[in-house]
């Protein structure tokens, strides 16, 4: 009798212990689950995963490799996948279809214009990434005109005959000390969520497939709309120049359809768009953005 005793009471203690090491564990599942629901390099915003900073590309190789690509240089002719990372230069130069194609590559997709907005305005819903009021400088929106330094003649600003689609490509625009800003180089410019960089720095790409970039760049973030409403869409799908950028999105569990591309396609013959136009209602005044 004492020795089934014992075996009862062993299993009534046995018993005992189960639920509570369920209950202890059960918090460090959940936040296992937590954490995988959107990669590493995204934040999680109201269902949608999004790239915590602006994109930068690596070149797609035959064989699965990858070979590093300039942020300066456009992307025509290449296949690219998007990676974002603090630290890094984003790739400029980049047209929307371009953009797409590289998220499409990374298993991601560019961002639908609400996404893009409910990421920007963050938890409280402000016009600014940081809150309701600009403060100039907290992001890259205060910059110094590269065109200005490479095309002004004889102490006069550009023509507006300067603003064509080669100069306006000029790979020396966003090397020029002042310009461009590595990702994350502003750290007090960031949403409630923690994604970086969306008003400033370059414009980015939304999935519009008519062509919608937001957020202004680095030399201007208020003359198609402040901050997180900065919105243009003057320009097509296929047009790039140096301040034109994208980030990627993902919704968690999303398997999105990678490109079939087998081979880099034949670069296109240059488009020749009108140039900059950043005032979609008076398309005939200069880009006084470049003339400030």
């Not at 502003?186 to 519009?208: I, Q, S, Y």
């Not at 760049?217 to 869409?233: I, P, Q």
């Amino acid at each position: 009798m004492r020795l089934n005793d014992a075996m009862v009471a062993l299993g009534l203690l046995t018993l005992a212990w189960v639920p509570l090491a369920h209950a202890q564990s059960k918090p460090a599942q959940v936040k296992s689950v937590r954490r995988a629901a959107c990669p590493a390099d995204m934040v999680a915003v109201k269902g949608t995963c999004v790239d915590r900073y602006e994109a930068f590309v690596v070149e797609l190789l035959p064989g699965g490799k990858t070979k590093a690509h300039s942020p300066f240089e456009p992307v025509q002719g290449l296949r690219v996948k998007a990676v974002n990372a603090k630290g890094k230069t984003p790739q400029a130069y980049i047209s929307r279809d371009e953009s797409e194609e590289a998220c499409m590559a990374a298993g991601k997709r560019l961002c639908a214009d609400t996404e893009w907005l409910l990421a920007c305005k963050g938890k409280r819903d402000t016009t600014w990434p940081y809150g309701p009021e600009r403060v100039v400088a907290r992001c890259n929106d205060h910059a110094t005109s590269g065109f200005n330094q490479l095309f002004a003649k004889d102490g006069k600003p550009p023509s507006q005959r300067d603003y064509d689609f080669d100069n306006l490509n000029d790979p020396r625009l966003n090397q020029l000390k002042g310009t461009l800003a590595r990702a994350g180089a502003f750290p007090r410019c960031k949403t409630t969520e923690g994604v970086f960089d969306m008003v400033g720095n370059l414009h980015e790409w939304t999935a519009d497939p008519a062509g919608t970039f937001r957020g202004g760049y680095y030399l201007d973030v208020e003359l198609n709309g402040s901050g997180c409403d900065y919105r243009t869409t003057a320009h097509h799908d296929k047009y790039h120049d140096y301040s034109t950028g994208f980030r990627c999105c993902k919704t968690p569990g999303e398997r999105v359809k990678k490109p079939t591309v087998s081979k880099p396609a034949a670069p296109p013959k240059a488009p020749k768009p009108s140039p900059l136009k950043l005032r979609k209602h008076k398309p005939t005044k200069a880009p006084s953005r470049e003339l400030e």
